[in-house]
Structure formats: C-alpha cells, structure tokens
C-alpha cells in the first residue's frame, strides 16, 4: 500500500508541475449534505451526511477525492481517490473506493478498499450510458463455498459490474435526471447479493437553486429512489455548497 501512496504522490506532483507550466490547471472544491447517502440502491447509512469533495484537472485529465461522513454514530465512512480522463463525450476513470474508515485500517486494501474501472458517454440527445467494473481489491464471489454454511470462497473474484443510463431535461427551471442502473450477475457490494441480474436503482432527481437572498441563492436536490434488488425505497435531500 505504501507503493501506491508514492505512485499518487508522484503523479500528483508531476501532474500539478506540468499543469501549471501550461497554465491549465483548474481547482475545484465544494460539498453536499445530503439526508441520506444511497449508492446505486443501497443504503450507507442511517442518518444524513456530509459529502465533500476536491479536483484537479488539465486538459481532460483529473484527480479528484471524494468523501462521506455520517453526522450520527457510527455511520458509514469513505473515502475515494478518482483519477480520470475526458475527451468529447467520452469519460473513462479509476476509482479506489475506501468505505470502512470507522473500522478498517486505510492500509488494508485487500478488506477494505475496492478498486473500480469504468467509462460513460454522453451524446447530445441528451443521454449518457455507463459502465463500471470492479476489478481490484475487494469484491467477495457469490458462489458458495459451503453450501451448508453459505460461504463464500474469498479467493473468488465476482467482477461486480454495474450498467446505467440517465437522461436530462428541464421543466421550468428545474433540471431533473431519471435514471436506471444494473447489475447483470448480481454483486455483494450492491443489490440483493444473489448471483442473477437485477435492477439496481430507478430514480428520478430533481435540482433547482434555492433562492436566499437577491444575490445569493443555494443549489438543492430532491431524488426519489426505487431499488428494486433490494426491495426499498429512498427519498433523498440535498445542500450543494
């Protein structure tokens, strides 16, 4: 683990060094609060959260963290590191996804950090379609070991994958996403764990600036989730800053 955290540390350096000799590097910062953290149909926790996030980028190429913490308890913890790269309609990334930070260890990736790949298009309708694939680190099979027990071997790797396509539009002036995501054999991470394809999530969002004052408004979110491989259902709200 050690040699990745100076394989980051020295791409981060010279991405930082050549982005600024070609004056293109962009900071972005902000963070969500959302009530309720729901990743494609499963719930991460029980009470709202505090989501915040910082980029990089040059010339299609970022580097971006990503957070979620619980306001209450022991909610869940994460923490991703993405490292990407767009061109026209076309995004490709490399996320390392930490979700156990209130128990595991950062530097035990093998249990606690799951590495996906994954690629999106957006065409100008406008629709995008994505697939993501883990394909590192911790992804647990599906095929018991022992029947009687329901085990999983942990030598097993399932390639959990996940397809989805959204597509915008506007009423008024508000922007809504309906989206929906699957899961083609199933996964332990998301869904009902079983191995068959399932419908992850459907969900519509709905986000629209808030207006405070004349001059300063906040943007808010409201989705409304259905997750059919789970058998629940989510209404989420949500503060961008």
């Not at 959260?49 to 913890?77: C, I, M, N, R, V």
């Amino acid at each position: 683990m050690k040699r990745l955290f100076l394989a980051v540390a020295v791409f981060l350096a010279a991405f930082t060094l050549k982005a600024q000799e070609s004056k293109g590097l962009e900071l972005s910062a902000g963070a969500d609060i959302v009530s309720k953290y729901v990743w494609r149909g499963a719930n991460q926790g029980q009470g709202a959260a505090f989501q915040p996030t910082l980029g990089l980028s040059w010339k299609g190429l970022s580097l971006s963290a990503w957070g979620s913490t619980g306001f209450a308890g022991q909610e869940a913890y994460e923490f991703d590191i993405s490292l990407g790269y767009s061109v026209a309609g076309l995004s490709v990334a490399l996320t390392d996804y930490y979700w156990d930070g209130q128990a595991g260890e950062y530097d035990d990736h093998e249990n606690c950090h799951h590495l996906e790949a994954s690629a999106s298009y957006s065409f100008s309708i406008p629709l995008t379609l994505s697939a993501a694939t883990m394909i590192g680190f911790n992804d647990p099979g599906l095929n018991p070991a022992d029947p009687t027990l329901g085990t999983t071997d942990p030598t097993e790797r399932n390639l959990s994958t996940y397809l989805s396509a959204g597509y915008d539009f506007a009423i008024g002036a508000a922007s809504l996403t309906a989206s929906i995501g699957v899961t083609p054999w199933g996964s332990a991470l998301w869904g009902s764990g079983e191995d068959k394809f399932e419908v992850a999530d459907i969900s519509l969002k709905g986000s629209k600036e808030l207006k405070i004052t004349d001059r300063f408004s906040v943007p808010v979110f409201v989705q409304g989730i259905l997750a059919p491989a789970t058998k629940s259902a989510h209404l989420v709200f949500g503060l961008s800053f």
